[in-house]
C-alpha cells in the first residue's frame, strides 16, 4: 500500500490530477498495488482566503506519506514568485529533494523537428542549489546591508552582503551557491542511473567559461566522480548545448545540469519531443519524500474547460511508480499513453478533437486491455 498526498494545485491542475488518478486507480485493479490517496488543499485558493502558503502543520501532514503527487501552482490573482516560492520550492527544500528528473522521449508524431530523428533523453537537474536558492534582495543609493540564508538538510548557512557603491543607485542581488557535498550526491545519483539504463557516458552542463566559481566546483565534482566510477564524461557549456539539443538530439542520452539551465533546457527539450502537454518531472529524494508533476504550468485561463492535455500528468504518475520501485507497473502506463497516442486519440495542442477526461478514460482502457 502506497500512501499518496495528492496536491491538485491551481487552475488545471485538479483536472489533470483527476485524469492521473484515474490511471493509478486503474492499475489498483487489475495489478498488485494498491494506493491511499489523501487531497491536501495547499494552493493559491487557500491563499488568497488565509495567507498560508506551505505551513508546518502542512509539512507534518506530508511526512506520513510515500509521495506527493502534484496538479500545477500558479495563480494570475497572486503576485509572480509568492506561490512558486512559498509553496512549489518550498516543497522541494523542505524535502530534501535535490534530483529533478525529466525525461525527454520523442513521442511520434509529435516531435517539432524539420528532420527525423528518434531520440531518448534523460535530463537531470541539480533541484536545490545555483541561482535557485532565493538568496538576494536590493539596496538602495548604493548603500545596504543584507543578511541572507540558506539552510538545507545538508546545512544552515547565513551569508553577509555589504555593498557601498560610488553612485547613488538602487542595485538588486541574486547570489548562486553551490556545494560539494551536495554536487557529490547528486553525481552519485545520476551515475547510477545511468548504469540502470546501460549508459557508460554522460553530458554535464554549465556555463563555466564566465561563472568559474560556482562551476568551476561542479565540474571538479563531476570529473572526480565520473573517474571513480569509469563513466565517460562531457562537459557543454549551456549556450552550445541549447543549439546542440535542437540540432541533434539524438547524439545525447543522460544529460546533467545546475539548476537554472535544467529549467530552461528541459522546457526547451519538452517543445522538441512533442510539447508541454508530454512533458513530466520527478522532485526527487532517493531516501525521502519525492514529488512528481507536469511540466507545465497551471494555465488559469483554461480552468474547467476540459481541454488541457493530462498525458504529462499521467507520464508524472509513470515516474512516481519507477520511484517507489514498481518500474513495472511504470511501463504499463508509458505503453498504454502510446496505445492511446497511437488510436488518435489526444487533445487539441496535438492536433486532436479529444477532451481532457476522454484521453484520461482512454489510458484506463488502455491499462485494462493490457491486463
Known sequence: MFKVAVLPGDGIGPEVVNEGMKVLKALSENYSVQFDFQEMQINAERFLNTGKLLTVEDVEALRKFDTIYLGAIGDDRVQPGVLEKGILLNLRFTFDQYINHRPAPLWKPFGRLKRDVDFNIDVFRENTEDYYIGAGGRVNDGHGKLDLRVKRNLYDMRVTLQADADAKDDF???????????????????????????????????????????????????????????IQLGFMFVDAMSMALVKNPDKFRIVATPNMFGDILTDLLAEVT???GLAPGGNINPKGISMFEPVHGSAPKYKGMDRINPIATILAAKLMLDNLGRRDLGTVVNNAVRATLDQGIYTQDLGGTYKTHQVGDAVVAAIRKMK
Open 172 to 230: 538588486a542581488f541574486e547570489i548562486g551557491m553551490m556545494s560539494r557535498k551536495n554536487i557529490e550526491r547528486f553525481a552519485d545519483f545520476v551515475i547510477s542511473y545511468a548504469k540502470l539504463v546501460n549508459e557508460n557516458s554522460l553530458i554535464v552542463v554549465d556555463k563555466a567559461n564566465v561563472c568559474s566559481n560556482i562551476y568551476g566546483l561542479w565540474r571538479e565534482v563531476w570529473t572526480e566522480k565520473c573517474k571513480q566510477a569509469n
Open 274 to 276: 512533442g510539447g508541454l
